[in-house]
């Protein structure tokens, strides 16, 4: 049981502060009961976990966040993460990130790799990861593995792509019928590695994105989705040269082509979207999926900047991405800051020749409140899960942030900052060495140091 104030933003655009609760967390690691100060039964409630030996009482300088939710990662990338960012997407994959990924057929090598990777990630707070693998299925089953060991909840897909036009030759799949047929085993075998009814390593089926697979590999992995139940990870709209590819080869967006292809369903993760039309955010919120937004990334890649608020108008659910190596940096924190930066780009323009009026598009910036919903029960709804809020029933995945950390960029004053003030400190300021307790279903997993 835990005593403290926690800080979380149940509804979109909505902050709830939680002062002095006491949080239960029962024996499957979910909230089993949240007790307010004024609550009848706290007093006893608490003096009894105490005298039981399981209270953890939280100093006035530390908090609870909810533990983050990165929808979009390229897990073999991590050694490329701050560099390589000087091409376009299309000459940036063929010169740097495909012969990075082909080194993942030496196990040990993944083995390594992941390993600091998953850590990385959970010292950076992100508790829930989505990800993409590579081609090799040991390699990929590796990362499963390591996020079981190390009790991260993650989505993991080994990636397919088959088209030898698009693919280069020493990494790609031999064809659609090998992709699918591996891709029918990972399932089996991640499932396998994680077999209870909620399992915190998952199977996603991983079509790389429309230009690298052929339509055989796409229809055949829409047929998996539906048999399996799996969800589904891809790419959509990301940049100029791959929406125009999808558009020269289908004549449709990609939203359309991948709704064709039975790969628009229930939590399929559309990562970046930036090029989509108000005919496919409908597309998308009817089908139930979800964007990745990946603010930094998409400054390198995407050429235009997704519109955030136009989707959130239109109830589609989105969530954060960090997109490694595409974006250089691990923390969903950054993820929140670059969304506020992207958004409010977005409405002012960038272009200073212009006039106002003429320089932005009107009512596209967002709230901090609204950044770390989807950094956190933004993040859970677009996958289904009951995480990223303190609520009975959620998972207990929470990150304690202790403001007075060495080198911390986080000051408040008392008589100068409200509690809302402190939250808006802690999203904009706080860095790895605050998080100093990450817990995962209730169990404890790490600290940032």
């Known amino acids: 049981m835990i005593c403290g104030t926690a800080f979380h933003t149940p509804v979109r655009g909505k902050l709830e502060i939680l002062e002095g609760v006491l949080i239960s967390v029962d024996g499957a690691g979910r909230i089993a009961e949240i007790i307010s100060p004024q609550n009848p039964d706290f007093a006893e409630a608490k003096t009894r976990a105490e005298a039981e030996g399981r209270l953890l009482e939280l100093p006035a300088n530390q908090v609870l966040l909810p533990g983050l939710v990165d929808l979009h990662i390229h897990a073999p990338q991590w ?3 701050g560099k390589a960012l000087d091409v376009p997407l299309e000459v940036w994959l063929q010169k ?24 990385g990630l959970l010292a950076n707070g992100t508790t829930t990861a989505v990800y993409f693998a590579t081609i090799h299925m040991e390699a990929s089953l590796a990362l499963a593995q390591t996020c079981l060991e190390k009790g991260q909840r993650a989505f993991v897909g080994k990636v397919a792509m088959d088209d030898p036009d698009q693919c280069p030759d020493f990494y790609r799949d031999k064809d659609a019928a090998t992709a699918l047929d591996e891709m029918r085993r990972f399932i089996d075998a991640v499932r396998e590695l994680s077999p209870a009814n909620d399992p915190l390593v998952r199977p996603v089926i991983t ?5 690298s697979c052929t339509d055989e590999l796409l229809q055949g992995l829409g047929k998996l989705a539906a048999e399996t139940g799996c969800l589904i990870q891809t790419h959509c709209s990301e940049s100029d040269w ?4 999808v558009k020269a080869r289908f004549g449709k967006t990609d939203t359309e082509v991948l709704a064709d292809f039975g790969l628009l369903r229930e939590h399929t993760i559309l990562a970046h979207s930036n090029f989509v039309t108000d005919g496919d955010l409908d597309l998308i919120r009817e089908r139930g999926a979800a964007v990745a937004h990946c603010p930094l990334s998409n400054i390198y890649f995407a050429n235009a900047v997704f519109p955030l608020r136009a989707a959130l108008d239109r109830n589609v659910r989105v969530g954060l991405g960090s997109d490694i190596s595409g974006g250089h940096s691990p923390s969903i924190l950054d993820g929140c800051r670059h969304t506020l930066m992207a958004a409010r780009a977005r409405q002012g323009g960038v272009d200073p020749a212009l006039s106002p009026a003429d320089r932005g598009v009107a009512h596209s910036q967002i709230t901090v409140a609204e950044a770390f919903w989807l950094a956190t029960a933004g993040g859970g709804e677009a996958l289904g899960l009951k995480v990223g809020k303190f609520e009975p029933g959620h998972q207990f995945d929470a990150l304690l942030i202790d403001q007075d950390a060495p080198g911390s960029n986080i000051r408040t004053w008392p008589e100068l900052d409200s509690p809302e003030d402190v939250f808006q400190k802690i999203v904009l300021n706080a860095m790895r060495a605050n998080i100093k307790r990450i817990w995962v279903s209730g169990d404890y997993v790490g600290r940032s140091d």
Not at 242 to 245: A, G, I, R, S
């Open 79 to 81: 050694p490329q993460l």
């Open 96 to 119: 740097y990130t495909f012969p990075l990924e082909a080194r993942y057929s030496d196990l040990g090598f993944a083995r390594e790799i992941y390993a600091d990777l998953v850590a």
């Open 207 to 211: 079509p790389r994105f429309i230009p």
């Open 242 to 245: 791959e929406k125009d590819f």
